[in-house]
């Protein structure tokens, strides 16, 4: 037998008001088989698929037989169902406005196979409407299996909430990304304080054109091209003359 503070500590049951299933390490099951019942009635009741040749709609839950439950044992879930499922459906016919009536079937929905691979089989009452049927068989196997697949994403998490317990390792992790998550914020409050860029003092510059002509000739030099041609070059002479007597 091992001392005082030695043992192993999934046995440790002090650490808890309660003590019991320290770290989730004893085994659990809690029944899902009612909550299941009413969750793929709502799930599945109602659907309706339509084109232009009619309309369906499945519109009771005429069977529902089976079990589900669901398992923890060392911190892991482990999920067992089995469902053996018969919907009625009812449709239209646009053109004619015939109704017709049939059934859906899924004679085993369970854990062994995936929804994409789950067996649903429509049949209808003796008469005409296999367009109905045709339609049930396409678009409403595919939103039956949408609707199984959501029933199973509820399972595992909706129904789940609670059945893992925190452990005292994931207590630990949670406190350190916290403070992780709290040291970056300071980290960035603390650099948003620092002025960024440098401050680069500037003035003011306004200058002004001075034209030492009459406004008539100003407005020719601009708008006439030879009289433009003309000034410029006069320009540049008498630069060049000015230019010459300073150096001489």
């Known amino acids: 037998m091992a001392k005082w503070g030695q043992g192993d500590p999934r046995w440790i049951v002090e650490e808890r008001e309660d003590g019991t299933n320290v770290n989730n390490w004893h085994w659990t099951e809690r029944d899902a088989t009612s909550w299941s019942k009413g969750r793929l009635r709502e799930l599945l009741v109602g659907i309706t698929v339509e084109n232009e040749a009619g309309r369906c709609e499945i519109s009771e839950l005429k069977q529902v037989e089976g079990e589900a439950s669901c398992s923890s044992r060392k911190g892991k879930l482990i999920f067992f169902y089995e469902w053996n499922i018969k ?33 649903v089989n429509v049949s209808k009452k003796k008469g005409d409407g296999d367009i109905l049927k045709d339609l049930m068989k396409t678009a409403g196997t595919a939103k039956v299996r949408e609707a199984l697949g959501d029933y199973l994403k509820a399972l595992k998490t909706e129904f789940t909430m609670g059945m893992i317990l925190p452990t005292k390792a ?49 407005y020719r030099i601009f708008t006439v091209k030879d009289v433009s041609n003309i ?18």
Not at 178 to 194: C, F, G, Y
């Open 231 to 248: 000034s410029v070059s006069g320009i540049r002479n008498a630069d060049i003359g000015r230019e010459y007597a300073t150096k001489n």
């Open 87 to 119: 919907l009625g459906w009812k449709g239209i016919i646009r053109e004619s406005g015939a109704k017709h009536k049939g059934l859906i079937e899924i004679p085993s929905l369970s854990e062994e196979n995936e929804v994409d691979d789950t067996e």
């Open 170 to 218: 994931m207590a630990a992790q949670e406190l350190t990304v916290e403070r992780k998550l709290s040291e970056n914020t300071l980290q960035i409050q603390a650099s948003s304080r620092v002025a960024l860029g440098v401050r680069i003092p500037t003035v003011a510059l306004h200058m002004t054109e001075l034209f030492d002509t009459a406004i008539e000739q100003l």
